[in-house]
T-cell receptor
Framework: ETGVTQTPRHLVMGMTNKKSLKCEQH?????MYWYKQSAKKPLELMFV???????ENNSVPSRFSPECPNSSHLFLHLHTLQPEDSALYLC??????????????FGEGSRLTVL | AQSVTQLGSHVSVSEGALVLLRCNYS??????LFWYVQYPNQGLQLLLK??????LVKGINGFEAEFKKSETSFHLTKPSAHMSDAAEYFC??????????????FGQGTTLQVKP
């Protein structure tokens, strides 16, 4: 495994379900991110973790709950979502939370459909 | 606050023609600027970045971009389009606010179509 891996790649869930998205990075980075990509809209930053501490939470509804148990893993727990939450959820990592040290490395995304 | 505007949500060129994707930014501090590419059903991949060194930045796959402070622009170009260049392209500026969390502000994206 190399880079940033996201599972599952596709997820369909009902509004009352509870599910989780998983992200794992194999790059030795210490910052991880969740972005939401909706059709016809710019990528939206949801959460940032640096050294396993949440350093950014962009007014994301509480039905999205992130978890970062260590610097290699990031989860996004989903609970009672709405149809408008259907989107591609992208995980990214970087070496250091400062952009002066480099770029964001993205996973391939988890395509979420809420029925 | 930093922001990015990509002019044209869809650009179509013929194979072998010049590719020009436009990006203008707004930033209260010297910006770091990025171009990412997203192929269908994949994540974003960095094409190139500007971090206050040379104003003409060369990236992967023959792409380059020029930082023009006077025009607040960072347009992406490639002299000769290839069919494999068909993808969505995103311009991004760093949000170098007080939190310095490495947050990127993305434009809305430009879909590049390459016709044979």
């Amino acid at each position: 495994e190399t880079g940033v891996t996201q599972t599952p790649r596709h997820l369909v869930m009902g509004m009352t379900n509870k599910k989780s998205l998983k992200c794992e990075q194999h790059l030795g980075h210490n910052a991880m991110y969740w972005y939401k990509q909706s059709a016809k809209k710019p990528l939206e930053l949801m959460f940032v973790y640096s050294l396993e501490e949440r350093v950014e939470n962009n007014s994301v509804p509480s039905r999205f709950s992130p978890e970062c148990p260590n610097s290699s893993h990031l989860f996004l727990h989903l609970h009672t979502l709405q149809p408008e939450d259907s989107a591609l959820y992208l995980c990214a990592s970087s070496q250091g939370a400062s952009l002066s040290t480099g770029e964001l490395f993205f996973g391939e995304g988890s395509r979420l459909t809420v029925l | 606050a930093q922001s990015v505007t990509q002019l044209g949500s869809h650009v179509s060129v013929s194979e072998g023609a010049l590719v020009l994707l436009r990006c203008n930014y707004s930033s209260s501090v010297p910006p770091y600027l990025f171009w990412y590419v997203q192929y269908p059903n994949q994540g974003l991949q960095l094409l190139l970045k500007y971090t206050s060194a040379a104003t003409l930045v060369k990236g992967i796959n023959g792409f380059e971009a020029e930082f023009k402070k006077s025009e607040t622009s960072f347009h992406l170009t490639k002299p000769s389009a290839h069919m494999s260049d068909a993808a969505e392209y995103f311009c991004a500026v760093s949000d170098r606010g007080s939190s310095n969390t490495g947050k990127l502000i993305f434009g809305q994206g430009t879909t590049l179509q390459v016709k044979p």
